[in-house]
């Protein structure tokens, strides 16, 4: 396999190891991180420090990075049941930690298994990744209850019972507030969820 250039890296991330940690220190605000840059990073890590996890390389990704998954976010237009009834009861005014955006295909659990395998592979392929970050990106609204229990090892809305409401069929101050406190300038689509 053909050994990563860490220059372009080594310009962009300072990145220091202690024992079995990574500590990455973002150097400048005018540097940006692509997905690119992040998939070369994770490469990089664990050809240098195999004791790194792939859910270590995982958390890099989706909370160090996680700005470099904004592009590739992108919203359903389903929301469940019980996420659209704590809307209702807000009365037009959003309150936190009721209601969160979900990634009901598993997107950590995912991107941790496709890192292994890319790493018992030895396959580092951008574009593959790329495709797969597309399709894991994509979001429903549940309550926060919800999420936790989809959360679970074998959880699906089919076995929780969770029926999910589409767009069309959302009232339009519901739809509002989702808008304005849900669908934030991270969700790629957002300016396809417009409000009748």
Known sequence: MERLNSERIKNQTA????EYNVFFYPLGHHMSMSLKDV??????????KPQVTNRDMRSMLTQVFSRTLKAHTV???DVSEAAVTAIEEMQGVYQGHKVVREHHLKSKTSI?????????????NFEAFERRIVE?????????SENYLLARSGATYETLGIKLI???NLSAD????IRKSLLRADIANRAEWNID
């Open 174 to 177: 519901v739809k509002r507030l």
């Open 39 to 48: 998939f070369e990073l994770i490469q990089l890590c664990i050809q240098a």
């Open 166 to 168: 589409h767009w069309e």
């Open 136 to 144: 894991l990106s994509s979001i429903n609204i549940t309550t926060v």
């Open 75 to 77: 919203f359903t237009g």
């Open 112 to 124: 941790t298994k496709m890192i292994a395998e890319m790493r018992k592979t030895d396959n580092w």
């Open 15 to 18: 990145f220091i190891y202690l």
